[in-house]
Nanobody, 116 residues
Framework: QVQLVESGGGLVQAGGSLRLSCAAS????????MGWYRQAPGKQRELVAT???????NYADSVKGRFTISRDTVKNTVYLQMSGLKPEDTGVYYC??????????WGQGTQVTVSS
């Protein structure tokens, strides 16, 4: 079992920045992959960024060059640094963790709102 707690969402103007945090209840080295997903109103949840246990990262095309996923293995925390925010980045951002047995875990979500 892994509990995930997100923080850092809020309201920001277009072009601004936010940093999301996801604190895990156990060592993230024991987790195969961690990532951030988002869901806009009326849309399906979509992948934003992932980081695997070896440190490799992957991003959705829509956020490449603007968002950075990173981790702190001492604090068992994964971050999403978001810059150059656009109104279309608005949504609920969810932290995800997937174990080596492919069991998914989700946080409760944090709202990000980008005003134009």
């Amino acid at each position: 079992q892994v509990q995930l707690v997100e923080s850092g969402g809020g309201l920001v103007q277009a072009g601004g920045s936010l940093r999301l945090s996801c604190a895990a209840s156990r060592g993230i080295f024991s987790i195969r992959v961690m990532g951030w997903y988002r869901q806009a109103p009326g849309k399906q949840r979509e992948l934003v960024a992932t980081i695997i246990s070896g440190g490799l990262t992957n991003y959705a095309d829509s956020v490449k060059g603007r968002f950075t996923i990173s981790r702190d293995t001492v604090k068992n925390t994964v971050y999403l640094q978001m810059s150059g925010l656009k109104p279309e980045d608005t949504g609920v951002y969810y932290c995800n963790a997937e174990s080596w047995s492919n069991v998914p875990y989700w946080g409760q979500g944090t709202q990000v709102t980008v005003s134009s």
